[in-house]
Nanobody, 118 residues
Framework: QVQLVESGGGSVQAGGSLRLSCVVS?????????ISWYRQPPGNQRELVAT???????SYADFVKGRFIISRDNAKNTVYLQMNVLKAEDTAVYYC???????????WGQGTQVTVSS
């Protein structure tokens, strides 16, 4: 059973930084096709923030390019989202999502709240 547990959320002032962690258990992350961070702002739909695939290729939503960095630590089976120059509009619940090889299974974490005050 694959489980994803996010942590690192909290409250921060605009311009500050946070680093989110997503610890994966039940499977090695290098065997997963993609691991992504999504977010759901208050009253809005969930949206893709950043993705890291098993080949090390990363991609970002335009609204976080240049500010957020997704990275993996295979030894710790953990994926990170470094968030810099945070803005009030980054306030959301952030979720970690993993997809198994060939997309057979999709796993979600429980989410972690990020609140940015202006």
């Amino acid at each position: 059973q694959v489980q994803l547990v996010e942590s690192g959320g909290g409250s921060v002032q605009a311009g500050g930084s946070l680093r989110l962690s997503c610890v994966v258990s039940g499977r090695n992350i290098f065997s997963l096709s993609t691991i992504s961070w999504y977010r759901q702002p208050p009253g809005n739909q969930r949206e893709l923030v950043a993705t890291s695939n098993s080949g090390g290729v990363t991609s970002y939503a335009d609204f976080v390019k240049g500010r957020f960095i997704i990275s993996r630590d295979n030894a710790k089976n953990t994926v990170y989202l470094q968030m810099n120059v945070l803005k009030a509009e980054d306030t959301a619940v952030y979720y970690c999502r993993a997809v198994s090889t060939f997309g057979a299974n999709v796993y979600w974490g429980q989410g972690t709240q990020v609140t940015v005050s202006s």
